[in-house]
């Protein structure tokens, strides 16, 4: 279903995207205990970061010293501060956003970038353990907020994002935004849904993909590759009020700025 333009125009239409009313409070940071067993420290992490407004893309965050559970002086990348752009956190946003700062105090982050018509100043926090960075964001002027999910990257362990979208096969007007994060059999992520932003969990068994959602009942199921030719992909289901909502989902490769 998606090639690929869905997450490069939702990356790029962030820039212009209309506020809607925030459904978070950055004050609800808090730890991913997500996994068995806790990542190695590394000097980079990936990951992807949603909006309550169906956008979403890929989050990377690069520190100076090796982090896992703890973290403690990251200055951030050579590159980004000889531009000017970067104090303590260094990356990018959605994709392409570049990060603007950022603060390190024991397990906790912070960083800030910009975005939308107003250029629009975003302060995001989240907490480390294990090797996994998960936080929430909101825009200066509360129009709109979101969470964020990142593992820590290594040579030999790798992470791959997916950006995509569902959509119900019950009733054509239920669609929204579908991001996942994928380090070997672990899957993380977060899908939107009319305003809403909530958390998906999963596990890969060779080709094949589950994931349930942290509230609301949804499930879902898939393969990698998916069988309409997505990098991943596969069926949904989820409890309605009066009866149960069914569908389809999908992702390829997230949006990144290579240049």
Known sequence: ??????????????????????????????????????????????????????????????????LARKLSNATGSTVLRQTGGCSSVCGTAFGALPITGGTVTGDSVTFTFNGGLDNTEFTAGGKVTGGRLTGTFAASDQSSSGAFTAYSVTSTLIVTTYCGSWISTTNSELSGGWYLLQSGTELTGWYTSAGQVTRLDGTVSGPNVTLKAASGGLTAQGTLPASDGSAIGGDYTAPLSSGTDQGTWSGDACFVLTS
């Open 1 to 66: 279903m998606n090639d690929g333009s869905m997450c490069r125009a939702a990356a790029r239409s962030w820039w212009v995207a209309a506020g809607l009313a925030a459904c978070m409070t950055l004050g609800a940071c808090g730890s991913d205990s997500t996994g068995p067993q806790a990542r190695p420290a590394s000097t980079t992490y990936t990951g992807v970061i949603v909006a309550n407004n169906d956008q979403g893309g890929q989050l990377d965050l690069q520190f100076s010293s090796a």
